[in-house]
């Protein structure tokens, strides 16, 4: 017996109306604490148990959270019918297998960005959740920042107009991995928000990279992203910069964005700035650019965690109640253009067309 704490015997049929989801989070590391915490202060949901393979991670759950069960065995919290869902919150390279016996012991999932380490995985998962009739989500954490569900707003009520292009930096010091490089890291947070504003295909992907530190893994890539329509995508993703930016630049054809992550206040700003050509009166033969550089709005944005809303989502997902913002099939799109960036870096920078 792996369990740390016994678990509570009250028996529970199902969840239905004011009782909360039960929920035990697998893997309590560097971020599972976080959505350990949100699950456990939402109304919503009950944080049930947490399973993690290290002694000192149960210990400092055991800390945090003295309500819930604690084991090393992730086969007993699957096996627990008292549970309705579980958070994955693993490495990468673990996902498909404990999202797929999640699964398979008919729990709901929310797993950690990215879905999966290759698309054939990540097919699997999704198809597998719908087979099962269980919600499958994706952490992509920023779609619930006040931020990006204000640029959602604008894009949904046409006034960003056609987009011309998607520029984003994501640069820190840290924190290395060492099974997954920095494009597997940091571009899934990137990508899935620009699919989640604009859903546009895309076509093909290149990508550079290169590695400073660790022999085997890339610390910093640029990803150029091209569609189908005009607009164009670039990514710039770095493990190793001195400071820590994380900007994103939308221009539009109505209104241009800038998205700054790093600012306390005033994370994103309106500008209704553009350009176009004009023919002169003089001579009609010569054009000049005419710029047009009007107000700039920084809205006030929700303030609320973005875990926090995300659980609350989550909940409403597995309830039958709201349409998954973040679901298996972001998800798969995300994979889709990490992995075909990934054979990009392999090949020196030649463009990969995405998987269909
Ligand atoms: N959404 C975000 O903003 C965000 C931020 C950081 C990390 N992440 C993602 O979260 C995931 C975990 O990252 P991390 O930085 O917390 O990693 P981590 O290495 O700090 O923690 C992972 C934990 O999982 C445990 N674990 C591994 N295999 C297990 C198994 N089979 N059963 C039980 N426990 C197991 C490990 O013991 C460890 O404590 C990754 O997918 C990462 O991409 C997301």
Redesign the pocket.
Known sequence: MTSLLTRPSSIRSTFAGAVPLRIGV?????????LARNIASHAGTELAAI????P??LAGARAAHPGAWLT???RELLADPEIDAVV?????E??H??VVRALESGKHVL????LATTIADAEEMVDLARRCGRTLSV????LFTGAVRRMKRYFEAGEVGDVYYYDSTRINLG?F?HQ?NVI??LA??DISIMLHLIDDPVRSVSAVGARHVDANVENIAYLTLQFEGPMLAHFHVNWLAPTKVRRTIIGGSKKMLVYDDGEASEKLKVYDSGAKLCATDEDIYRTLVEYRTGDVLAPRLEKAE??AVEVAHFENVVRGLEAPLSGGELGLKVVRIIEAAQRSLLSGGHPVEVAA
Do not use: C
């Open positions: 697998i893997g309590y590391g560097y971020w599972g604490p976080n399973a993690d393979l290290s000192k991670r090393a065995d992730v994955v919150a693993t490495p990468p673990t996902h297998d404990l797993v950690e960005k990215p952490d992509h954490t920023f924190l991995q997954t597997w890291d899934p947070h973005a875990l």
